[in-house]
């Protein structure tokens, strides 16, 4: 199964992006980051969005306009998308038919270290994901992680969206779905990436 009427880009952020494609206010971001590599990346980044839309919308990638929700989340007249990145890697979701959310987070084992699963899941899904063997939490930790995320995404509330408010699933095997929360919404585990895990959401 997969996501209809959205279309899924991965890009390498250690490919040289241009910042002649960027708006001026992108490049005040870029020239404020304090190590290259972070600049680099950042650059690689909105250079490839905007390239990626321009061949939705047929125009130039330097006339792409960006507006945004109360809650900063970009959009374009006619187009519907989404951005992550993790590391070395960025995920695009984009869409003409229906709002996206999108994640991708290098499998880290130190990222889900502790009790961030007790802080961040819902009951549901820390005894779940608490219930599985030792050796199986870490992928389903990050199952989980991008399902919500995405979602967050997705609605476009950010931080005002508690990850707690909604359940997922997590398990071995198990489909991406909501369990609990999540009416009108639809989700997919994505595997772009080696070493990474990944999901969208979309409105149905």
């Not at 020239?31 to 950042?42: E, I, L, P, S």
Request: proline share 6%.
């Amino acid at each position: 199964m997969f996501v209809r009427d959205v279309d899924i880009h991965t890009c390498s952020l250690d490919t040289p992006g241009s910042l002649e494609l960027l708006s001026l206010d992108e490049r005040a971001r870029a020239a404020g980051f304090r190590f290259d590599h972070h600049r680099n990346r950042y650059i690689a980044c909105r250079s490839m969005l905007r390239v990626i839309l321009a061949g939705y919308l047929e125009t130039d990638p330097r006339g792409i306009e960006f507006a945004y929700n109360p809650n900063g989340k970009p959009f374009v007249p006619g187009l519907f998308f989404n951005v992550s990145h993790s590391a070395g890697f960025a995920l695009y979701a984009v869409s003409r038919t229906r709002e996206v959310g999108v994640d991708i987070e290098r499998i880290d084992p130190k990222f889900a270290a502790g009790q961030i699963p007790e802080r961040f899941f819902s009951p549901l899904e820390v005894r779940t994901l608490r219930a599985l063997p030792e050796h199986l939490q870490l992928e389903a930790f990050f199952r989980c992680w991008t399902r919500k995320e995405a979602f967050v995404k997705a609605v476009g509330l950010g931080l005002s969206m508690p990850l707690a408010s909604f359940d997922v699933t997590l398990a071995p095997g198990e489909p991406a779905r909501f369990l609990r929360g999540g009416d009108g919404w639809e989700l997919e585990s994505l595997d772009p990436v080696s070493g990474y895990a990944a999901a969208v959401a979309a409105k149905i």
